[in-house]
């Protein structure tokens, strides 16, 4: 399994939608867990990393390039 190389900054879009029904996410912090903000709804939560990888669709860098 590959580690993703995730900067605070970066947008996540993922599998499932947040409750609010917003899918992006905004790193904030980066850890064993890490800390993300919903962009809908602005709810901070804290996930741990293994969890988080496998949800992931894709990575958006603050430059705005997309990661697979």
């Not at 399994?1 to 992006?24: A, Q, S």
């Not at 602005?42 to 958006?60: A, F, M, N, Q, Y």
């Amino acid at each position: 399994m590959r580690i993703l190389t995730l900067t605070v900054g970066d947008i996540l879009e993922m599998k499932k939608p947040h409750p609010c029904g917003n899918d992006r996410f905004q790193v904030k912090r980066i850890g064993s867990d890490v800390r993300i903000l919903c962009l809908g709804c602005k709810r901070d939560v804290s996930v741990p990393r293994v969890k988080l990888e496998h949800g992931i669709r894709r990575i958006v860098p603050r430059d705005g390039e997309a990661k697979a």
